[in-house]
């Protein structure tokens, strides 16, 4: 066998968030923060167009260094023009932030087969997770939800490092966790610029999962989902096809 293990994006590949209501858990967020008497007497709808410029100006400020945009500090921004003062420490944007990712939980979902194939993959591979989630937080409630965390040899979090993917030290750091050279690793993802080109220019295999049902996110980040002028080693249309694309992959 040559190759030894096996990265995984999160979002997309392992979990599915094409249900994903961007709204509800923006409501939710708001409405912890009232329970949480924070007094915001705006309407939801310009909440929401405050929450997307913010979001917008500090991905645009980030994409030409990939670096992370903080989670935390895009809803303390938001709420700062509101408030005109700042929440970024303490419980309170600690519980509005669970809110949020509770309703982004109850939307995402993972196919029914995908534990049992990551219980045999890890009987011949090392495995990682290598996810862009700006939220630390998030990312953490989310995989404990869905009880991934324990297939994975090394996990990366781009909220953590403070870079995404497809910036290499992301990539750098799975590599290191899994003690793997590249040529010895196959990464699996969605998407093209994100999974595939991060990965590619450091000399991984590459195989992409197609899933063009879920490729209809309108709040995936600064074009991740557009084409990409690259080619991965192999491309599956779910991760049914996966053990069968490994063994083929030379
Ligand atoms: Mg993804």
């Not at 005109?84 to 303490?90: N, V």
Request: aromatic fraction near 12%; proline fraction near 6%.
């Amino acid at each position: 066998m040559r190759f030894k293990a096996v990265i995984f994006d999160l979002g997309d590949t392992l979990i599915l968030t094409d249900r994903w209501d961007y709204d509800k858990c923006l409501k939710k967020l708001l409405s912890s923060l009232k329970n949480d008497s924070i007094m915001i007497k705006i309407p939801f709808e310009e909440f929401k167009r405050g929450y997307f410029k913010v979001r917008e100006k500090m991905y645009l400020k980030s994409e030409p260094a990939l670096r992370e945009v903080d989670f935390r500090s895009r809803i303390a921004i938001t709420l700062k023009i509101f408030l005109h003062y700042s929440i970024y420490e303490g419980p309170i944007l600690t519980h509005a932030i669970d809110a949020f990712f509770d309703a982004f939980i109850e939307d995402a979902y993972t196919e029914t087969y995908v534990s049992d194939l990551l219980l045999e993959l890890k009987k011949e591979y090392k495995l990682g997770l290598a996810s862009n989630f700006a939220s630390p937080q998030g990312f953490w409630r989310v995989l404990e939800h869905f009880d991934l965390g324990k297939f994975f040899n090394t996990i990366v979090v781009s909220g953590e490092v403070g870079f995404r993917k497809p910036h290499p030290i992301v990539f750098k750091n799975v590599l290191e966790g899994l003690n793997m050279k590249p040529t010895e690793t196959v990464f699996v993802g969605d998407s093209l610029k994100a999974d595939i080109f991060g990965a590619k220019i450091l000399g991984l295999k590459t195989i992409l999962i197609e899933n063009p049902g879920m490729r209809k996110n309108p709040y995936a980040i600064a074009g991740e989902l557009d084409p990409f002028p690259v080619e991965p080693d192999a491309r599956i249309p779910n991760l049914k096809e996966l053990p069968r694309a490994l063994s083929n992959i030379v």
